[in-house]
Nanobody
Framework: QVQLVESGGGLVQAGGSLRLSCAAS????????MAWFRQAPGKERDFVAASRWSGRTYYADSVKGRFTISRDNAKNTVYLQMNSLKPEDTAVYYC?????????????????????WGQGTQVTVSS
């Protein structure tokens, strides 16, 4: 069983930055794929970024060049650095994890691929 706890959300002006953290329990964190998803009110949960155990990363087109996912396996923590934030980035951000490691990159973009989820942290970007 893996437990995920997000932190770092808040209110920021457009153009600002935030760094989200997701602390994971468990001794096998380094072998898990970790991801961030987000869900705005009335919308589906959307993929943001993922990090495979190998270090390979994936990003949604809407955040490429602005967001960076990273992980510190010694601390069992994955981060999402968000720069140049826009009002449309406003959402609840969720951390997710899966022990699966298929080669196909498309696997990591899909919410149903992940077995474990955090409770979410609110990010609000004002214009």
């Amino acid at each position: 069983q893996v437990q995920l706890v997000e932190s770092g959300g808040g209110l920021v002006q457009a153009g600002g930055s935030l760094r989200l953290s997701c602390a994971a329990s468990g001794r096998t964190f380094s072998s898990y794929a970790m991801a961030w998803f987000r869900q705005a009110p009335g919308k589906e949960r959307d993929f943001v970024a993922a990090s495979r155990w190998s270090g390979r990363t994936y990003y949604a087109d809407s955040v490429k060049g602005r967001f960076t996912i990273s992980r510190d396996n010694a601390k069992n923590t994955v981060y999402l650095q968000m720069n140049s934030l826009k009002p449309e980035d406003t959402a609840v951000y969720y951390c997710a994890a899966t022990p699966a490691a298929p080669y196909s990159g498309s696997y990591y973009y899909t919410a149903t691929s992940y077995d474990y989820w955090g409770q979410g942290t609110q990010v609000t970007v004002s214009s």
